[in-house]
T-cell receptor, first 111, second 117 residues
Framework: GDSVTQMEGPVTLSEEAFLTINCTYT??????LFWYVQYPGEGLQLLLK?????DKGSNKGFEATYRKETTSFHLEKGSVQVSDSAVYFC??????????FGTGTSLTVIP | GAVVSQHPSRVICKSGTSVKIECRSL??????MFWYRQFPKQSLMLMAT?????????EQGVEKDKFLINHASLTLSTLTVTSAHPEDSSFYIC?????????????FGPGTRLTVL
């Protein structure tokens, strides 16, 4: 069945460091891929998404490219800020009904 | 656009009581809403899918009689935790899918923290 595997955390970085959070998936066909962010005590917010192979999603300095050949959707940011500290979830869906989430990666950015 | 609200954001109740959580789509019609449960430092677990005007579809292992879901209108779904016990304490998140389109994104509410004493 479909699944998402996400880099284990927690991840601790200094401010302005480069961030990569790995995400790979197993799915039939061409699912849509998402990154959600969850701040402490809050629900999930959509960070970015990509709906087909080679699409690049981007938002707030974060980027992820849909790589069909490697079944990956790694999240990157060139220079993280303290305010980026949160838990990041990679997810996929085919129809928007059944979402498959990764286990989440906790990011802490220190000044 | 596409805002989903939940109420209450936090609730504390005594063991044996029932708690109702509301999920509303504020600026769109949601024919399908979803309820998730999240344990500390874990991912979201889908509990059930509710379609407006019909019975909810529960995931395997989720007790239908414990977690009552009602989706009475295109903008409101409710989750009632009946006879709550401490093990029901969790973070409950709802989401909604835009109705009548092939748009496959879910919009998530801010979550409800339930603590059962």
């Amino acid at each position: 069945g479909d699944s998402v595997t996400q880099m284990e955390g927690p991840v601790t970085l200094s401010e302005e460091a480069f961030l990569t959070i790995n995400c790979t998936y197993t799915a039939t066909g061409y699912p849509s891929l998402f990154w959600y962010v969850q701040y402490p005590g809050e629900g999930l917010q959509l960070l970015l998404k990509a709906t087909k192979a080679d699409d690049k999603g981007s938002n707030k300095g974060f980027e992820a490219t849909y790589r069909k050949e490697t079944t990956s959707f790694h999240l990157e940011k060139g220079s993280v800020q303290v305010s980026d500290s949160a838990v990041y979830f990679c997810a996929l869906t085919h129809t928007g009904n059944q979402f498959y989430f990764g286990t989440g990666t906790s990011l802490t950015v220190i000044p | 656009g596409a805002v989903v609200s939940q109420h209450p954001s936090r609730v504390i109740c005594k063991s044996g009581t029932s708690v109702k959580i509301e999920c509303r789509s504020l600026d769109f019609q949601a024919t399908t809403m979803f309820w998730y449960r999240q344990f500390p430092k874990q991912s979201l677990m889908l509990m059930a899918t509710s379609n407006e005007g019909s019975k909810a579809t529960y995931e395997q292992g989720v007790e239908k009689d414990k977690f009552l879901i009602n989706h009475a209108s295109l903008t409101l779904s409710t989750l009632t935790v009946t006879s709550a016990h401490p093990e029901d304490s969790s973070f409950y998140i709802c989401s909604a899918k835009v109705g009548g389109s092939s748009y496959n994104e879910q919009f998530f509410g801010p979550g409800t923290r339930l603590t059962v004493l």
